[in-house]
Structure formats: structure tokens, C-alpha cells
């Protein structure tokens, strides 16, 4: 990684030198020897460099959303934070104030793969609810108020055109066509918009949000996963819209809330993924999936993070740390999980 980040041109989080720059910090602070650091500084400082005057703020591609410009913020945070460089969070704060200016933060129409043209997405990873989730860390970073009227503006949203039942939630994939598709998942779901709504909470302390996040989770609960097939969580195993997506939400649920019922629901799904897994007859595993809904025919075993073995083994290590109970141990979580980072409920961990 240290030497392949010159030949990348994409500069976001998920797909892009942003997502390399915080793997390389992540290293650097384990390995310690300085190389992995220096080419974190290295990536992140093109990633700065590459922004470009937009009107209202500076940016990259003009898409605030969690997988486009969003994604950057988020990664030049970590950064800022990792390398000790201020420089990052003021041109993080300067592409958020571009976002928070809009009526809706996030509201976007049709530029989604196969969406239609006029559709609005109010999920997590190309949404208004990733958007109001960079909003709420900026908030929870600099303490500047607008951030928060605005990532507050992007959930009043997204409780609006939300499914309502008893102490359930869900939230449609896209609107208005697919009012009635609820996905479960990080990306366009309830594990991913769950997020955004403890965010809020985290950084700001209105117990309304956290009976939100949790009201989502309720729904993922009483759908009938994993042992029943729903349209918004098919033959998918991954981190973006799959199981390991919904180990990450229960188990870090249980870690903010010591709701037990959270830690077992997360344990079931586990051993549901577990049990899914084949060898690769190399000592590894694989898991197969039909990854894009749209093509249910074209099934994979892909390797990489948001779709692949890596995200679901970093889920796994996720729950296995919050089985040792009192002496969970730290596990390495992306700035788009806000959950705590030993994952146990304060107060229960011993030395």
C-alpha cells in the first residue's frame, strides 16, 4: 500500500487514496516504524491538494454523500487527528460547509446506478443519511452549530419518509418508486442510517436519537434475518449490504447501549455467516454471494472490504472482541462507524 497509493487518481473514502491514507494511519500506529505514516502523509496531502473551489466551500466531485465527497471528510478528519496536521480538518470543515448549506443535506436525484433519473436516496452510503452523518462528526469536531442544524435538517428527512410500526422502523431504498423496498443493510438500510441517528446522539446527547438508532435495529430484528429471505437482504454475506453489516450495527448497539438482547442477535447472525462460509482449499474461506440484487444470477466470492472476506473477518473480529466481555480489546473501526471502539458497555471492562 505504501508504494501502490501513487497510482491511484480516485480520492475517495471507500474506493480511493482517502480510505488509503486511514489504513496506512491505522498501520503506522501499530507498526511504528514511521514508513507506513509517511505515506499516509504523503496520500492525504494529495487528497488536500486535489480539492478545487466549488460554490459555497471547497470540494472534489460536488456529491456530498458518504461514497463521493463525504467519504473525503470523513478521511481527512482521521487524518487531522492521526498525523497531528490541522490543515486537514480546516479544508474538511470548508467541503462540510458546502453540504450543510443545502435545504436537505444529501438530497440527491438520480445519480445512482440504476435509479431513475428524479429518484432521492435517503440511505447511508449515496444519501441524505451518510450526508447528515458527516455533518453531525464535523459538529462533534469543531462544535460549530451549523453542522448540527444542518445534519439534523438531513434526519428530520429521513424520519419523515421512514416506515413506522409500535418501536420498528425502516427506511425505503429510494423514493418515490421504492417507497415499499426497505433494505436492512450499511448501504441503503437500516445497519447504515442506524449509524447516522447514534452519531447524532454521540455528539450531541438528545436521547430521541439513540431511540432512533434503536428503533432501526428493531426492525432489522423482527424482519425475520437471517434465517428469513427479505427483499432488502438477499444472498448477500458483505459489509455494504449484507449479514456482516448487521453484526457491525448489533454489536456496536450493544457496545453504546448493554442491551443483551443486541450481543446475542449479533452472535446469531455470526454463526449464521460462519456456517455460510466455504473452504477455499487453501486454508481460507470464502463466501459466495449474489452481491448485486438487480443480478441474482451473477454470483461471486469476492476478497475486498465492503463486499468481500475482509469486511465480513473485520466483523467477525468485531463480535469475538465483545465475547471476552470485561476485557474486550480495542478493534480498528473506520470514521463512518461510530460505535466504541473496545466494543463493551462503559463501566464493564477490567484491566
Not at 509517511?38 to 472534489?60: H, I, K, L, N, Q
Amino acid at each position: 500500500m505504501a508504494s501502490a497509493w501513487r497510482e491511484m487518481a480516485d480520492v475517495t473514502f471507500h474506493r480511493g487514496l482517502g480510505g488509503v491514507a486511514v489504513a496506512l494511519c491505522e498501520a503506522g500506529w501499530v507498526l511504528g516504524d514511521g514508513v507506513a505514516e509517511e505515506a499516509a502523509a504523503a496520500a492525504m496531502e494529495r487528497v488536500a491538494r486535489s480539492a478545487r473551489p466549488m460554490e459555497g466551500g471547497a470540494g472534489w466531485s460536488g456529491d456530498p454523500a458518504l461514497r463521493a465527497d463525504g467519504g473525503v471528510v470523513l478521511a481527512l478528519l482521521r487524518a487531522a487527528s492521526m498525523l497531528g496536521v490541522p490543515a486537514y480538518e480546516e479544508l474538511a470543515v470548508e467541503a462540510g460547509a458546502r453540504a450543510a448549506r443545502l435545504a436537505v443535506p444529501g438530497h440527491r436525484f438520480g445519480h445512482c446506478p440504476g435509479l431513475p433519473e428524479d429518484a432521492v436516496t435517503p440511505g447511508f452510503l449515496a444519501g441524505t443519511a451518510g450526508t447528515a452523518y458527516v455533518l453531525a462528526r464535523l459538529y462533534g469536531a469543531t462544535g460549530q452549530e451549523r453542522f448540527l442544524e444542518a445534519a439534523r435538517r438531513g434526519a428530520a428527512f429521513v424520519r419523515e419518509v421512514s416506515v413506522v410500526s409500535g418501536a420498528t422502523a425502516l427506511v425505503p431504498h429510494h423514493l418515490p418508486q421504492g417507497r415499499e423496498l426497505h433494505y436492512l443493510g450499511y448501504c441503503s438500510g437500516s445497519a447504515g442510517v442506524a449509524r447516522m441517528f447514534y452519531e447524532l446522539y454521540r455528539v450531541a446527547g438528545d436521547a430521541g436519537d439513540l431511540e432512533w438508532a434503536e428503533r432501526l435495529a428493531g426492525g432489522v430484528m423482527a424482519s425475520g434475518v437471517p434465517w428469513r429471505r427479505v427483499p432488502g437482504l438477499w444472498e448477500t454475506a458483505c459489509q455494504c449490504c449484507g449479514a456482516a453489516g448487521l453484526v457491525e450495527l448489533f454489536t456496536g448497539l450493544w457496545a453504546a447501549t448493554g442491551r443483551a438482547a443486541y450481543l446475542e442477535f449479533a452472535q446469531v447472525l455470526g454463526e449464521h455467516l460462519a456456517g455460510r462460509a466455504l473452504e477455499d482449499g487453501g486454508g481460507g474461506l470464502r463466501w459466495y454471494q449474489a452481491y448485486r440484487r438487480l443480478r441474482p444470477g451473477e454470483v461471486s466470492a469476492d476478497t475486498g472490504y465492503m463486499a468481500g472476506a475482509a469486511g465480513i473477518g473485520a466483523a467477525m473480529l468485531h463480535l469475538e472482541a465483545a465475547l471476552r466481555g470485561g476485557r474486550a480489546r480495542r478493534v480498528v473501526l473506520l470514521p463512518d462507524n461510530p460505535f466504541p471502539e473496545i466494543p463493551v458497555p462503559a463501566g464493564t471492562s477490567r484491566a
